[in-house]
C-alpha cells in the first residue's frame, strides 16, 4: 500500500521545460487546476500528499518521478538526463531527507530518470532511453539486487521514457502499448494492450485500490473497468503539453 506522496506545483516558469509535443504551449492556470485534480484523486486513493512549492530555476520539477526511485525503505536520488534536470537532484534530496533513513544516489557518468523505472511486485524494468544511460541503468539494477529485488533493463528506442510506453494497474498486471507487448522481458506480466492512438493513456499509474488514468481515453477506460479495475480519470492536457503524465507528477512510498 502507498501511504505518502511527494508532488510538486508546476511554477511561474512551468511553460519553458522541454517539450517535443506540438499540442500548443499549456495554460498555467489551467495546469495548477489540473494540478490540484490530481492531487485530490491521490488523497482519494487514501494516500497522504505532501506539496512542495513551484520552483523557477527547473521548470521541469513538477515532474517529481523522474528525480528518485523508491526501492522499499531506500530512496535513489537519480542523475537527470537531460542536462537543464540535472540540479533537481540536489533539490529534491533534502525532502527526502525528511521521509528515508537510506538513500543512494546514481552517480557520473551514470544518468537515469525515474520514468523508466517501472516497479511491478519484486521487479524492477529499467529502460534505457535517452535519458537513462546504460552507467545509470547498471547503477540501479545493482543496488536494487542488493535490495532483494530483480532487475531488467529494456530499450525504450525512440520515445521519452519506459512508462511513456507501460504502466502498472494491478498486482502483475501493466498496460502496455501494443509495439511492446512481446518484449521478452514483460513476458511474465499480464499485459493489456493499447493501440497508437491511446498512447498517452500508457502512462496510467496503480495507487492502491484505484488506477489514476488520463480523462478523455474511454477506450483505456473501458478495457480497464472490464479487466476489474478500479479507474479514477483525471484531465491532465496542459501536462500531456509538456510530456508529463500520470505518473511523473508524484514520487509514492
Ligand atoms: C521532460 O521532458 O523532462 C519533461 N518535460 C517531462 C517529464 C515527464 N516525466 C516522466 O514521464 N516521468
Excluded at 108 to 116: A, E
Amino acid at each position: 500500500m502507498f501511504e505518502k506522496a511527494i508532488v510538486r506545483k508546476p511554477s511561474e516558469r512551468y511553460t519553458e521545460g522541454i517539450t517535443t509535443s506540438t499540442l500548443g504551449v499549456p495554460n498555467l492556470e489551467k495546469a495548477l487546476a489540473q494540478h490540484n485534480q490530481y492531487i485530490d484523486a491521490l488523497k482519494k486513493c487514501g494516500v497522504k500528499v505532501t506539496v512542495l512549492e513551484g520552483n523557477n530555476q527547473f521548470p521541469d520539477s513538477t515532474f517529481v518521478e523522474d528525480e528518485a526511485v523508491i526501492v522499499g525503505k531506500l530512496v535513489v536520488v537519480t542523475r537527470p538526463g537531460n542536462p537543464s534536470r540535472a540540479g533537481e537532484a540536489a533539490l529534491i534530496t533534502p525532502v527526502l531527507e525528511n521521509f528515508f533513513e537510506r538513500m543512494e544516489q546514481i552517480t557520473s557518468p551514470g544518468t537515469l530518470d525515474g520514468g523508466d523505472v517501472m516497479e511491478v511486485g519484486s521487479t524492477f524494468f529499467i529502460g534505457l532511453s535517452e535519458r537513462t544511460n546504460g552507467e545509470g541503468a547498471k547503477q540501479l539494477k545493482s543496488i536494487v539486487e542488493r535490495e532483494g529485488y530483480h532487475a531488467f533493463m529494456i530499450p525504450v528506442g525512440t520515445g521519452l521514457h519506459l512508462k511513456t510506453f507501460m504502466g502498472v494497474v494491478g498486482e502483475n498486471d501493466i498496460v502496455v502499448l501494443d509495439r511492446f507487448q512481446d518484449r521478452p522481458e514483460i513476458s511474465g506480466l499480464n499485459r493489456l494492450v493499447v493501440s497508437p492512438e491511446n498512447t498517452y493513456a500508457c502512462n496510467c499509474r496503480r495507487v492502491n485500490n484505484n488506477v489514476i488514468l488520463p480523462a478523455g481515453f474511454p477506450a483505456v477506460s473501458t478495457m480497464l473497468t472490464e479487466n476489474g479495475f478500479s479507474i479514477l480519470e483525471v484531465e491532465l492536457s496542459e501536462f500531456q503539453k509538456m510530456d508529463g503524465g500520470i505518473s511523473c507528477l508524484s514520487l509514492l512510498f
